[in-house]
């Protein structure tokens, strides 16, 4: 154990939280490390929505050059940022216990959603929940790491900004003044911490692979096949959320139009022995559903 793990992160202040998570995990199974950070792309193109970018792995892609051309040894991310697809010579090697998959709003005083809202957010997915659940309220674009996001809802009029709870959690930026927004499906993969490492490093494989988490592993597998196989390379709102209970994993998921009008959604349980295609089984149960024609209309519309 006499090699030092390096490991890449984005420098932002949750990025480096999990980088430095893993690293205390690893070094308390004996082995060396240390943090190596850099800016992704994502972070420094603030004006436009990260959709408009065009960049499959915005904030991932810079981690993965460094990896493949050997800066760093390992990368760890918020799994929700990572694509289904890897490039070729990197794999996944552990998902870490996940945190709260749940969606905020984190609110500037009481706001009264029956009368006109200004709500603001980056993320398609949390824009069409939102418009399918409150039609009359306004939605702006809101860029940035946490620490950026949240000074900006401070310095506008808006009545509330939508955040992942567990991002907000583990750098105790967690505010007092936020509402639950338990009827939202999260981002397949939400609240959960991915490590890639290179296929061909075989130490670091195994010393990363000790901190899998089989079950976060298990589900966050369901909800990244049932993105792929919805998303087809194209960016959408979807929402995918598998939990284990006993010997079962329960699925929800549900597909919207970039307006929020329609959606279509499904609920399935299987057993957890059974669980390699089911993330795939949920997704084409929506495409049949409509789901086909709905995604020909964002490609079109992005």
């Known amino acids: 154990m006499n090699r030092t793990i390096r490991i890449g992160t984005r420098d932002s202040q949750l990025a480096l939280w999990q980088a430095k998570t893993v690293k205390d995990k690893l070094e308390s199974l004996g082995y060396t490390t240390e943090i190596v950070s850099v800016k992704a792309t994502g972070d420094l193109v603030l004006d436009k929505p990260l959709y408009e970018l065009g960049i ?26 990572v694509p289904t697809l890897l490039p070729k010579g990197i794999v996944q090697t552990a998902v870490l216990e996940r945190a709260s998959s749940k969606d ?45 996001r949240l000074q900006k809802l401070k310095n506008n009029e808006w009545q509330g900004a939508i955040f992942a709870k567990a991002g907000l959690e583990r750098i105790d930026l967690l505010p007092e003044k936020f509402v639950a927004l338990d009827w939202m499906i999260p981002a397949p993969a939400q609240g959960a911490m991915v490590v890639v490492a290179l296929e061909k490093d075989d130490f670091c494989r195994k010393a990363t ?27 959408a709102p979807i929402g995918g959320l598998a939990n284990v209970v006993g010997d079962e994993v329960h699925f929800k998921g549900a597909l919207f139009s970039l307006d929020g009008q329609k959606k279509i959604r499904v609920e399935e349980t299987m057993a957890v022995a059974n669980f390699d295609l089911f993330g795939k089984k949920c ?8 789901g086909a024609e709905m995604m020909a209309e964002i490609k079109k519309a992005t």
């Open 209 to 235: 692979s000790k901190l899998n988490v089989t079950n976060t592993s298990i589900c966050t597998h369901i909800e990244r096949e049932f993105l792929s196989t919805l998303e087809g390379g194209c960016t």
């Open 56 to 81: 499959t792995g915005i904030f991932t892609k810079t981690l993965d050059i460094a990896m493949l051309n050997g800066t760093v040894d390992i990368a760890v991310h918020s799994m929700k940022d």
């Open 104 to 148: 905020i709003l984190v609110t500037n005083g009481t706001p009264n959603f029956e009368q006109n809202c200004t709500v603001a957010t980056g993320s398609l997915r949390r824009k069409a929940q939102w418009l399918h659940r409150y039609p009359h309220h306004e939605i702006v674009g809101l860029r940035g790491n946490v620490n950026t």
């Open 283 to 290: 997704a084409l149960k929506v495409l049949k559903g409509g």
